[in-house]
């Protein structure tokens, strides 16, 4: 059975210092209910951007550990399934930035597949909730602000129709 990770972030900086990861597993074409979400204590300051989007405050990161900590589970739960993210050149140069800055070897862009590259192809937007809307995947249950679960939620149930069609 094929297995794909789906992975999320957020970010204190746009392309830098993930604040919270989340990594959602799936089985053939299944959603399993296994995943992995982390907050992060990130070594930069917050841009006012990135707040808006997500609404996560340093004060919020206070007790969480570094993203070398969180390193180990990370590659355990991704093991060698292929990584899926929405607009993964986000994802991936993220990703880059906290392994090389933790000495750790990066994943290799092949590695990963994108679910908004996908979804333009089939003339759909750009714009994670608005190509689920587009396509029949509700979010209307969201809040306006993102969190790393979710989004990697959407982007496994957008991966999964997509791949159907």
Do not use: W
């Amino acid at each position: 059975m094929t297995r794909h990770v789906v992975i999320d972030v957020e970010t204190a900086q746009s392309y830098d210092h993930i604040v919270e990861i989340a990594a959602v597993e799936v089985l053939g074409n299944t959603i399993s209910p296994r995943s992995l979400v982390r907050r992060i204590k990130p070594r930069s300051a917050m841009s006012r951007f990135c707040y808006a989007v997500h609404s996560i405050s340093l004060e919020d990161l206070q007790s969480e550990p570094y993203f070398e900590h969180v390193i180990p589970d990370l590659v355990e739960f991704v093991g060698d399934a292929t990584i899926v993210a929405h607009n993964y050149t986000y994802e991936y140069n993220t990703l880059k930035r906290e392994f090389e800055r933790a000495a750790h070897p990066v994943y290799p862009r092949e590695r990963f597949s994108c679910t908004m590259t996908m979804a333009r192809r089939l003339g759909l937007p750009g714009k994670l909730r608005q190509a689920c809307s587009q396509i029949g995947i509700s979010v209307t249950h969201l809040r306006n602000e993102h969190d790393a679960l979710n989004d990697a939620l959407l982007a496994a149930h957008l991966f999964l129709k997509l791949n159907r069609n």
